[in-house]
């Protein structure tokens, strides 16, 4: 005990009782633990804070939420959580809270309703389906019914259903050759090989440089490709886990799962793996491997015919052979890019010195100053800068025309034209753009959502969450200088287009020189978005761009970028260059945004702080001009005082004719967005529960004090916003609370001696703790999450780096659940999720 001080005994103490169970509230009903893996299915970000989901189908329209009643009543009556209007007359399908089903692998909500027939209830039951490509603004999806049905079935496909992902690398080089297999990996269900004619017959659940989807086939964690053998107790097991990227071995391309389950067979292999041999086949594009042999020497081998086991170079050649009118199908994913609506419209582009050019897409312009055929002109002369054609080509990117053949510029060449088509980062201009002018060429990029195959999650996969969107730019790109050069970046999405800059478009990363007349020379691409941020083993935030431009030392190798993001305080900062190595180029970021959010501290009177940041805001000066805010409601209206509840609200910071809304539990610094958030729990009695609120606090400096508002309320719970200055950095105080002495803290009485005193609170403490943990410890799964707090605990100063207790962004200051090993989700189709 002599180790800790007592400052370091409180905080495991608060740690401990904070996770204690507490009165079930709304959200409770939507983080859905998985014990087996020790991983939280958090869905609360699937509610609408400000309005009901709406879904439509045929003469019938459903209002729900999934994780609190309805925002409007149902039916002029509360309670609902599902309602269902047709001809213009409502009933409620669904009341909150609802039954949950929850297997391993598999969640679903079922929400009982009103009487459909005389002896049937109404009932919905909605699937969660994990789909990593879906995120914020999903919607369910309705199956199709009778009008008379009462039991009606939802799909609703969430990244948030999904658990952690261990993925490798896609791509590799070969004979100067590019090849990228990341076209194969699925985001919401597995491929699934039988082994047998027979129905029970044994399956290989599989997926490509990513751990198979854990949801309805429980395969064991990191299981790249796993058994399924219906026959077994043990049913699913092993095949080999996810380890390093795709490789050539005798001019075959392969990847390989190793360390998989304990070989049973008399031979001398210790673990079960996988082989998967990859075959071009450019007609092949929604094929699945095939099993071929090896189960008896646990070495299971499988061939696989497919488009994305061709080269880049040779999938464009083909991609150009069988384009149509103004499209072209990308040869892997079978993806057709159509610009044919931008084919009546007529553009114009600016160059630097002021001249513009006119060009139309897949079509010659009709401008009577331009020649006959011309697809890009200059109006003032009638140079044609290359005629029309409606042959889009493909390429990794996006897709491109090339307007040749235009009037002569020398050396008896003739003028031509690029116009390039990608896919910008959201809320960019949709316009083009001259990026480059020489003698012969011109170069034109084009932001449209029209080639938008998939944009990448711009936030880790692991529980506490590290979202990166406020980093990505819409209008400019980042610009870093270091000696002579100049890296151009963006996050997440690709390069914001810029005049002059036209690294292989599409990068999201790029090196130039400038020139003493500010052009851009010797453009490298340093990568493309292609892979989600990850977290590296010291936990920090790693965002990384593949297959850019030729390494120059190694020329069967492509450039890439590594991104480290570290947590600074309050600052959004820039990139910094570190190091070149291994055809690697290398930044460390440090911002605010990759905090996530920290655990604060309360003090008395009125202070919030916390510890490990040493900053302080004092929440007195919301009271300067009136004691109590009130927020109305349409039954009367909430009384908030967050510094004086006991005097002003029946012991509540919050509360609401005559009820308290609860005590506070716990003070969250959310630093990549910005905000603060109260949470208050035990409050008055509610039903079988209690009352709860939650204030959040917004920085906003234009805004003065500001006052309350009501963001979301349900039977026995409140959530209010509250845009002010008070939390913005100019009102921190900060103090260097490592030099204070072990007795200082706040949390400590000062009539207490460090002696006697502190001796008499450890041996309090220390029973309360053992009482706490004898109800803690009970559920296995909060003995793993204790391991993450205990690092928090035992943290000292002096190791050099704080150690942060990062939680979910948007919802509760949990313990960190141990995700030392990421695990994954897997997905039935649709019709084996009704009938599970």
């Not at 260097?736 to 009539?751: A, L, N, W």
């Not at 002696?755 to 799964?781: Q, W």
Request: aromatic residues 8%; charged residues 20%; contains cysteine.
């Amino acid at each position: 005990m002599s180790k800790f001080n007592g400052l370091s005994f409180l905080c495991c103490l608060s740690a401990i009782i904070a996770s204690l169970p507490a009165p079930t509230s709304s959200a409770s009903y939507c983080e859905v633990p998985e014990s087996n893996i020790s991983f939280v299915y958090n869905l609360t970000k699937l509610w609408s804070d400000e309005r009901d989901i709406i879904i439509k189908h045929a003469d019938e329209t459903i209002r729900m939420q999934l994780c609190t009643s309805l925002k409007k009543k149902c039916n002029n009556r509360d309670g609902y959580a599902i309602c269902l209007m047709r001809n213009d007359t409502e009933k409620g399908i669904g009341k909150f809270p609802p039954k949950i089903n929850n297997t391993p692998g598999k969640i679903s909500f079922i929400f009982t309703g009103d009487n459909c027939t005389p002896e049937t209830k109404y009932t919905v039951q909605i699937i969660m389906q994990c789909d990593y490509n879906v995120e914020d603004n999903s919607h369910p999806e309705l199956f199709p019914h009778r009008d008379e049905q009462c039991n009606l079935f939802m799909i609703w496909r969430t990244a948030f259903a999904c658990a952690p992902r261990t993925r490798t690398n896609c791509t590799v080089t070969y004979n100067d050759l590019h090849f990228d297999l990341s076209p194969l990996t699925r985001s919401s269900e597995n491929y699934a090989i039988r082994m047998g004619t027979d129905a029970k017959s044994p399956k290989i659940m599989l997926n490509v440089c990513q751990s198979v989807i854990r949801h309805g086939a429980v395969c064991p964690i990191k299981s790249g490709a796993c058994l399924d053998d219906p026959q077994r107790s043990n049913r699913y097991s092993s095949l080999g886990e996810v380890r390093k990227p795709p490789f050539f071995r005798n001019g075959s391309l392969q990847i390989e799962y190793q360390d998989g389950a304990l070989c049973t067979e008399n031979i001398t292999t210790p673990h079960v793996k996988t082989t998967i041999m990859f075959i071009c086949d450019v007609e092949a594009t929604e094929s699945i491997p095939e099993y071929i042999g090896g189960r008896e020497d646990c070495h299971y081998y499988l061939v696989w015919y497919t488009a994305a086991a061709c080269s880049i170079e040779s999938l464009r050649s083909y991609s150009s052979k069988t384009a149509g009118r103004c499209t072209v199908t990308n040869p892997v994913t079978n993806f057709t890019y159509n610009l044919q609506s931008l084919m009546n419209e007529t553009s114009a582009v600016t160059n630097k010195n002021g001249m513009q050019y006119k060009l139309k897409v897949c079509g010659a312009l009709t401008d009577n100053a331009c020649k006959t055929n011309a697809g890009v002109c200059n109006p003032r002369n009638g140079t044609s800068l290359g005629q029309a054609n409606t042959n889009l080509k493909w390429q990794q990117g996006g897709p491109y025309l090339n307007y040749t053949n235009g009037d002569l510029c020398g050396n008896g060449m003739r003028r031509y034209t690029i116009i390039a088509f990608f896919c910008g980062p959201e809320g960019s201009a949709s316009f083009p753009v001259l990026m480059e002018e020489r003698p012969c060429q011109t170069v034109i990029h084009w932001n449209t959502d029209l080639v938008c195959e998939k944009r990448i999650k711009c936030a880790t996969d692991n529980d506490d969450e590290i979202n990166l969107t406020p980093l990505i730019k819409s209008t400019n790109n980042y610009v870093v200088r270091a000696n002579d050069v100049e890296f151009h970046i963006n996050v997440c999405r690709p390069l914001v287009l810029t005049q002059g800059l036209t690294c292989a478009h599409g990068s999201a990363a790029c090196k130039v020189s400038v020139t003493s007349q500010n052009e851009y020379i010797n453009e490298v691409s340093l990568g493309f978005p292609e892979e989600s941020p990850t977290l590296n083993k010291d936990l920090r935030t790693v965002l990384r761009y593949v297959n850019g431009s030729q390494c120059p030392e190694d020329p069967t190798r492509l450039i890439s970028s590594n991104f480290t993001f570290v947590c600074a305080n309050n600052n959004q900062g820039l990139p910094v260059y570190k190091h070149y190595v291994n055809c690697t180029y290398v930044f460390e970021w440090n911002t605010s945004i990759a905090c996530g959010a920290v655990i604060g501290d309360w003090s008395s009177p009125c202070t919030i702080k916390d510890s490990f940041r040493s900053y302080e805001y004092d929440l007195s000066l919301l009271y300067k001009e009136q004691q109590v805010h009130y927020v109305k409601n349409k039954q009367g209206k909430y009384g908030i005082n967050i510094c004086g509840g006991e005097n002003y609200c029946t012991g509540s910071a919050v509360c609401h004719e005559g009820n308290g809304y609860g005590s506070l539990g716990s003070v969250i610094f959310d630093y990549s967005r910005h905000d603060v958030k109260l949470k208050y729990s035990n409050g008055s009695k509610c039903n079988n529960n209690s009352y709860t609120s939650e204030v959040r606090f917004i920085c906003n400096e234009s805004i003065g004090i500001g006052a309350p508002r009501l963001l979301l309320e349900s039977q026995c719970s409140a959530e209010f916003e509250w845009h002010t200055e008070v939390i913005c950095a100019k009102h921190a105080n900060s103090h260097h609370v490592d030099r204070e002495e072990p007795g200082s803290s706040s949390g400590i009485p000062k009539e207490l001696s460090p002696s006697h005193g502190g001796t008499v609170a450890v041996v309090l403490l220390a029973v309360i703790a053992a009482l706490a943990a004898l109800i803690y410890f009970r559920n296995p799964g909060r003995r793993t999450c204790f391991r993450s707090w205990a690092s928090i605990c035992s943290f000292r100063r002096g190791d050099g780096r704080v150690q942060y207790c990062r939680v979910d962004t948007t919802e509760e200051a949990r313990l960190l659940l141990d995700a030392s090993d990421p695990t994954q989700c897997q997905t039935d189709s649709d019709d084996d999720l009704l009938h599970a």
